[in-house]
């Protein structure tokens, strides 16, 4: 049977409040923080009960569709398959949540045949919401309620579409980009980081791109909508997952963006390949960005 996405994507943005007001109701200077991989790498209770409370009532709503989740991710044995499946992060940006940074948000996304096609992103710091619906197009909405998530409240996000003014993309030395670094700060992953960090900032006589800026604001889903708003002009990250991406890959391609592989030669890329390179959406400029960034990385 047709799944109806615009349902799914009402639902997730009423949990998507619900988990903001649990995320602001939280004091991160007495909640109980623990560490996963190693010290950079930190859950809170917080996360587990955001989690717990999604999980609920997707599975309330949804008992037909899978569910994979940060926090109940087993290694090895949850896997991202073809079937229709909720893919969420209860907070994305943990460590600015803990800092009281406000770029943390809920990332809540569903996927089918391992395409995302619903994707809400809530960051409760600022009140800002940002949707999108595979072929409806994808839009920001400032300081909304669930009743206020219609049409006249939103704007549509750059790239595609009315409304939209994005410049030509001109390569890598006038762009503005986001990178992370993630929790992993050790043996090839790291270097490949930051070698990629430092040659993309380095300029042309140092051997790099000297791109104007880079951009680290800690949540993956942020910076997918950052990308997808046109506010930077292209995301790297080596070691993030699913459910990092999954929401905001679908806000971004709506907004006429694009997703590649980080490594070299991907265009192709998938929801569990970890490494990604997001491009904003532009009239032209796309493809040369991409193959100029993969001759950086791969250098
Ligand atoms: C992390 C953030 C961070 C990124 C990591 C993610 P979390 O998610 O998105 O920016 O660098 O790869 O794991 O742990 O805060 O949900």
């Not at 009960?49 to 569709?65: H, N």
């Not at 907070?91 to 990332?107: E, K, L, Q, R, W």
């Not at 197009?137 to 549509?156: C, D, I, N, W």
Request: include cysteine.
């Amino acid at each position: 049977a047709d799944i109806n996405l615009q349902e799914i994507h009402d639902l997730l943005v009423s949990i998507a409040f619900e988990a903001g007001k649990m995320i602001m109701a939280a004091n991160p200077s007495t909640i109980s923080t623990d560490t996963k991989l190693n010290s950079a790498d930190i859950v809170t209770e917080t996360d587990q009960a955001v989690e717990r409370m999604v999980g609920t009532k997707l599975r309330a709503a949804y008992p037909q569709f899978a569910f994979v989740g940060e926090e109940t991710y087993v290694a090895g044995q949850t896997k991202v398959t073809d079937a229709p499946t909720f893919i969420v992060d209860p907070i994305d940006g943990t460590t600015n949540f803990v800092h009281g940074f406000p770029a943390a948000c809920t990332s809540l996304g569903f996927a089918v045949g391992r395409r995302a096609v619903v994707g809400v992103v809530y960051n409760p710091f600022l009140d800002v919401l940002y949707t999108g619906i595979e072929g409806k197009g994808s839009y920001m909405h400032v300081r909304a309620s669930l009743a206020e998530v219609t049409q006249k409240f939103r704007l549509p996000l750059a790239g595609k579409g009315e409304g939209s003014r994005a410049p030509p993309l001109k390569g890598l030395q006038s762009s503005l980009l986001a990178i992370e670094w993630g929790s992993t700060r050790d043996g090839t992953n790291y270097d490949v980081k930051w070698q990629t960090f430092r040659k993309l900032a380095a300029s042309k006589e140092s051997g790099g791109s000297m791109v104007h800026s880079l951009r680290s604001i800690g949540s993956a889903a942020l910076n997918l909508c950052h990308v997808a708003a046109g506010e930077v002009d292209l995301y790297w990250e080596g070691g993030c997952y699913a459910w990092d991406v999954c929401a905001g890959w679908c806000i971004l391609s709506e907004a006429g963006g694009i997703m590649v592989s980080g490594n070299p030669g991907g265009w192709e890329t998938q929801l569990d390949s970890r490494v990604y390179l997001a491009v904003r959406g532009a009239p032209s400029g796309q493809k040369e960005t991409v193959e100029e960034f993969w001759a950086v990385v791969g250098d």
